[in-house]
């Protein structure tokens, strides 16, 4: 017996672990909070939390205004930021794997970062906020938008979908939108380029109370949407004419998921910029602990997929302090590596 089918035998089982996983998220919240270039030890953490949120604290207060910052301020909204990016990221891969039929589906191999961080660098360098804060996020969609258009386009052969056109399509989808987004960034003002630049590597330095509304909304009614999806998914996953005998509209329900995948991505985009290979490795954990029934695999996913993005981030802000390596370079080595792993056992 796997793992897999030890877990999901009884009800119980699979929902202790969802308790788990979400007590250990919750727990993992605290402690992240507690590391940067001014560690903040965790009893301090929890003190100005409980003050922010609750207006319990001593009398008077046991930290200082510099800390109070760094963990409110500072702190709070980047990990915060990080549960968003990483559940929405890994929701996405999961359904993208699922919609393609093909495991190495992901929102950066299948062209949709790139095309949403196109759509954002132009806004950024050339257009400007011409509709406020909802440019940014808007840009990054239609731009993902295009992007698995595209992707989809080149995929399809005799009114079918081929798995290996549509990762060939997707890498020469990305290739084409980042030459672009690169040459826009060659031909714009050279004192924006550098911090976009280090945008487009990825990072939640961005993160501020007051822009995770936008991001909350979105990854929560894409999962609620998705999570809905979850026999439709079941079924794609047996093919087109197994989906189809079952009364299913394939392409429908495929316009649908790449719609709900794109907006995600370019909601994230704009906040995070790219940040790669969360959406290919975390469905594959998931898989092993849960199986492949997606009404089961979506919350497991977006569990370890908000798990993991924190814990790289530690490492982001710690490994180069105080200085902040950007977070796409930590996720694209780990998701090579599992790329390479995953090439040689399948």
């Not at 507690?34 to 953490?45: E, I, K, Q």
């Amino acid at each position: 017996m796997t793992l897999a089918q030890w877990l999901t035998e009884h009800p119980r089982r699979y929902t202790g672990l969802l308790i788990t996983l979400t007590l250990v998220l919750l727990m993992s919240c605290l402690v992240c909070i507690t590391f940067g270039a001014a560690p903040v030890p965790l009893n301090r953490v929890m003190d100005i939390l409980m003050f922010k949120l609750f207006g319990a604290s001593e009398n008077p207060p046991l930290w200082t205004a510099g800390q109070e910052t760094i963990v409110w301020l500072i702190r709070t909204p980047r990990v915060l930021l990080g549960v968003l990016a990483g559940a929405g990221l890994a929701l996405i891969g999961s359904v993208l794997q699922a919609a393609t039929r093909n495991p190495l589906a992901d929102p950066h191999l299948l062209g949709a970062t790139s095309g949403a961080t196109l759509g954002a660098v132009i806004v950024v360098m050339h257009v400007g906020e011409v509709l406020g804060t909802l440019t940014l996020p808007l840009a990054a969609f239609v731009g993902s938008l295009v992007s698995l258009c595209l992707v989809l386009w080149l995929a399809s052969h005799k009114g079918r979908l081929d798995s290996q056109r549509l990762l060939l399509g997707g890498v020469a989808v990305s290739f084409v939108m980042m030459a672009i987004a690169n040459l826009s960034l060659f031909l714009g003002d050279h004192r924006a380029s550098s911090s976009v630049l280090f945008w487009m590597l990825g990072g939640l330095g961005l993160a501020r109370w007051q822009l995770l509304v936008v991001p909350l909304i979105t990854v929560l009614s894409g999962w609620v949407l998705l999570q809905g999806l979850g026999r439709s998914l079941n079924a794609l996953m047996g093919g087109d004419q197994t989906a189809t005998s079952l009364g299913l509209q394939v392409r429908n329900v495929r316009l649908l998921v790449f719609l709900i995948a794109s907006l995600m991505t370019g909601v994230l985009v704009a906040l995070c910029g790219s940040i790669g290979f969360v959406g290919l490795m975390v469905p594959h954990i998931a898989r092993r602990l849960v199986g492949s029934e997606h009404r089961r695999l979506l919350p497991v996913a977006t569990l370890l997929g908000a798990l993991l993005m924190i814990w790289v981030d530690v490492i982001s802000r710690t490994l180069i302090a105080p200085e902040d390596l950007p977070i796409g370079i930590a996720t694209a080595l780990l998701g090579g590596l599992f790329f390479i792993f995953m090439m040689k056992r399948n």
